[in-house]
């Protein structure tokens, strides 16, 4: 069965240092991969995906995210990051026809 | 151009009643996914409709259903509220069916007391 997991459920760093976010997902076929964000009471962003080519995927905000197939894994990535950049992410894996499927979510806090 | 829009914003009933949610998809999207999102954990799927037709369902019971009308706005229906409904329903649009890129709105907060 397809699914997503994000081993952190909370992750804190300081303004200004980098950020890894891990995901791992479960899918038999050459997954179609996202990463969304999230801030308190709000919808959901996107911020990068994964349909195919280049592994390395550049998404706004100045995230990337690598696709490591042997690894089934998409973790996401920030070199710097601010205060603005606290809020739950997400992994996501398109699972067959029509749906996706999240994980639970990492919650970013920030310290200045 | 607007984004995904949905209606209510927060939105109270009680166990039993019925509740109708809302979703206008970005202008050119065709599909509307819906999602809810209990506290605390990821969006789960609950029904993609592509051109007025149910392309996708999650696992989610008989008292959930939906629709997608001739502009491709769409409503969520749920009957016999649980209070394991309470929750914020997403809606997605995006311009093909499938796992094309979703966009989602800002949701519905349902709470049944």
């Known amino acids: 069965a397809q699914s997503v997991t994000q081993p952190d459920i909370h992750i804190t760093v300081s303004e200004g240092a980098s950020l890894e976010l891990r995901c791992n997902y479960s899918y038999g076929a050459t997954p179609y991969l996202f990463w969304y964000v999230q801030s308190p009471g709000q919808g959901l962003q996107l911020l990068l995906k994964?349909?195919?080519?280049?592994?390395l995927v550049q998404g706004i905000k100045g995230f990337e995210a690598e696709f490591k197939r042997s690894q089934s894994s998409f973790n996401l990535r920030k070199p710097s990051v601010h205060w603005s950049d606290a809020a739950e992410y997400f992994c996501a894996v398109g699972a067959g026809v029509s749906k996706i499927i999240f994980g639970k979510g990492t919650r970013l806090h920030i310290l200045p | 151009d607007a984004g995904v829009t949905q209606s209510p914003t927060h939105l109270i009933k009680t166990r039993g009643q019925h509740v109708t949610l809302r979703c206008s998809p970005i202008s050119g999207h065709k599909s509307v996914s819906w999602y809810q999102q209990v506290l605390g954990q990821g969006p789960q799927f609950i029904f993609q409709y592509y051109e007025k037709e149910e392309r996708g369902r999650g696992n989610f019971p008989d008292r959930f259903s939906a629709r997608q009308f001739p502009n491709y706005s769409s409503e969520l229906n749920v009957n016999a509220l649980l209070l394991g409904d309470s929750a914020l329903y997403l809606c997605a649009s995006s311009r093909g069916e499938g796992t094309d890129t979703q966009y989602f709105g800002p949701g519905t907060r349902l709470t049944v007391l």
């Open positions: 994964y349909f195919s080519g280049d592994t």
